[in-house]
């Protein structure tokens, strides 16, 4: 209850535009909070950021990934760098996600995926999976599958011959999705859906995950979607990208003028939020380019737009309710370091 109450402290203080200050009060004291209960309750609806950042290799903000658990399922949506680590820091065996999805190809969104993929197979407790990878994504991703099974080949051969290891766990399933419902198991429905993330990145996804009447929408990697709009509006949570450059660092490098013009500005991430009216928007794939510090983005949504908006951190939490006529949300945030 405590962290709960807390929790909503930090919602209200952030949507002040007041964000660092705040975040740091409770960060270590509600370590893994969310885990511990996940053990006491019957039922779930939670998003999880496993990596809230972009390809600039940072340790504070792993690679894009985001987990999101309703009833008996885990989905886990984008493989950036060190989702593997974010998940087993929630203690969460890799094994024990029940299917993955990718957005589209873009390697900050893969390059985890290998990762998760063989080290879930292994035997410790942070592996253990005894069934094939059930993998959506758009056209292309059976040629992903089958690229990593040739890449690794050897690894594989080696493991079953030396350690045993049963051959089960190390199927891939692929399945290459379009727009529309994809995955439907449990009264957990996840539907994609087509963002815009420039005219040469297509298919690009978003994807909702509807549960018990509630509803969860990941932009994906998009600038301003009115498909975004319509499949956010009336949701519990939006998982939106955003990216900031300095008007110095987009002069004195060129490719940031690419990346402006792929991903939401702070203005067309205000526009989507105005438009669509999530209960909470909570923002992940996060790039500061330049001299950009979290204070100046979160003052410039802030100045667009009045309703409650979080900058999310890796292992920040959300519970969403599980009854339809629950309303309302928890957030935690778990501390992203491992220093035991
Ligand atoms: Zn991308
Ligand atoms: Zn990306």
């Keep these: 209850m405590k962290s709960t109450y807390l929790a909503a402290l930090l919602v209200g203080l952030l949507t002040t535009g ?49 987990l999101v658990e309703a009833g008996n399922q885990k989905l886990v949506f984008d493989f950036g760098r060190n989702s593997a680590t974010r998940l087993w820091q929630l203690h969460i065996p890799i094994g024990r996600v029940n299917a993955f999805f990718l957005t589209h190809f873009h390697s900050d969104h893969t390059n985890g995926l290998a990762d998760l993929w063989l080290t879930g197979w292994l035997q ?73 993330h420039g005219v040469n990145i297509k298919p690009s996804f978003g994807y909702r995950i509807d549960y018990h009447g509630h509803s969860v929408v990941l932009s994906g990697d998009t600038r301003y979607s009115p498909e975004v709009v319509k499949q956010a509006k009336g949701a519990d949570l939006l998982v939106h990208c955003v990216s900031m450059t300095s008007a110095e660092q987009m002069k004195a490098n060129p490719g940031y003028k690419a990346i402006a013009g792929h991903l939401a500005s702070p203005e067309q991430a205000a526009q989507v939020m105005n438009e669509a009216k999530p209960a909470l928007t909570v923002f992940s794939h996060i790039g500061l380019n330049g001299k950009i510090r979290v204070k100046d983005l979160a003052q410039d949504l802030r100045a667009r737009y009045s309703g409650p908006f979080v900058i999310g951190n890796d292992l920040m939490q959300i519970d969403l309710p599980t009854t339809p006529s629950g309303k309302g949300y928890a957030l935690w945030q778990s501390e992203n370091i491992d220093n035991k």
């Design 18 to 66: 007041v964000s660092q200050a705040a975040e740091s009060s409770f960060i270590n004291n509600h370590d893994h909070a969310p885990a511990t209960a996940t053990q006491a309750r019957p039922d779930i609806f939670r998003v999880s950021l496993l990596g809230t950042g972009t390809p600039v290799p940072q340790i504070s903000r792993g690679g894009y990934s985001t």
């Design 124 to 196: 410790p407790a942070y592996g253990q999976r005894h069934a094939p990878m059930e993998l959506y994504g758009p056209k292309s991703t059976d040629a992903l599958a089958s690229g990593l099974q040739q890449a690794y080949a050897t690894d594989i051969a080696t493991r079953v011959k030396d350690e045993g290891t049963p051959l089960d766990g190390v199927e891939i399933n692929s399945h290459e999705v379009t727009a529309g419902v994809v995955y439907n198991h449990d009264g957990v429905k996840v539907t994609a859906f087509d963002n815009d």
